[in-house]
């Protein structure tokens, strides 16, 4: 999902806001195209394993998959099959309908709880910009759900947004400040978002996975002025020679 939220009065929260930005945006840019960040990860995994992975034989999950943009670009540019959760039923059908004719399918739920898929069954996973959203023992069980489901040597790209040297982060920490440490409450979507820092994500990745890369997002401040929020990006693997 886009992120880049204007900050006007919130007249829905939550799943709702979703709905109705995927119904008729009024406060984000949606956009279609595959996320830069993902492309440059697809460009690194096929450098470290050519197309073992990015393949028709492979399947990829996306939780929080938004229209599918991700999804599309996966299954058109490599062939590859595979299911989007989202809880935004008006995400999911505008997914449906950009998908069409490839081996994608969709289901509207939250990613929090656990999830109908097969051990040892998913070649890929993607986090973008979602999880952000779920609480502390949410994000747990979906890390978990995520390693349980992939196949050993399985690829997980993870994508939030971070708290090192962002100064948006830091004011609204401050001026709505969320149940969960390091949280706030979004000023717009009127949800708690969470954000790691960097050193906390990669400790809680690595608990499971092996952590690959680390990709911080830059020109985030100018002259000591906030920009564009920060991000992180994470390239894990689950070890191939698990059980």
């Known amino acids: 999902m886009a992120r880049h939220v204007k900050n ?19 406060h984000l840019a949606l956009s279609t195209e595959a996320s830069e960040d993902l492309e440059k990860f697809t460009r690194w995994l096929e450098r470290q394993s050519k197309r073992t992975i990015l393949n028709p ?10 229209n599918g943009r991700n999804l599309i670009y996966l299954a058109q540019s ?21 998908s069409e004719g490839l081996s994608l399918s969709y289901e509207t739920r939250s990613i ?22 779920l609480k502390k023992e949410e994000r747990t069980v979906l890390r978990d759900e995520i390693h349980r ?13 971070v708290s090192d040297g962002d100064l948006h ?7 709505q400040p969320g ?10 979507i009127g949800v708690q978002e969470f954000v790691y820092s960097e050193e906390g994500l990669y400790a809680f990745l690595s608990e499971k996975f092996i952590v690959h890369k680390t990709y911080l997002s ?13 991000t992180i990006s994470m390239y894990v693997e689950k070890d191939p020679y698990a059980r």
Request: glycine letters at 8%; a positive charge.
């Open 8 to 26: 006007h009065k919130r007249s829905r929260h939550g799943t709702a806001f979703w709905d109705q930005e995927y119904t008729k945006a009024e």
């Open 57 to 66: 034989l492979s399947s990829v999950v996306d939780f929080g998959c938004g």
């Open 78 to 98: 490599f062939g590859m099959h595979g299911i989007g959760y989202d809880s935004s039923s008006a995400a999911i059908k505008e997914a449906e309908r950009l």
């Open 112 to 133: 929090s709880g656990t999830f109908p898929l097969a051990d040892n069954s998913q070649t890929m996973a993607l986090d973008m910009m979602s999880s952000h959203f």
């Open 149 to 161: 489901t992939l196949k050993p040597g399985g690829f997980l790209f993870m994508k939030t947004f």
């Open 169 to 175: 982060t830091k004011r609204l920490i401050a001026e």
């Open 179 to 188: 149940q969960e440490q390091d949280s706030y409450i979004h000023p717009v």
């Open 218 to 230: 830059h020109k985030h401040a100018l002259r000591g002025k906030a920009r564009k929020r920060r």
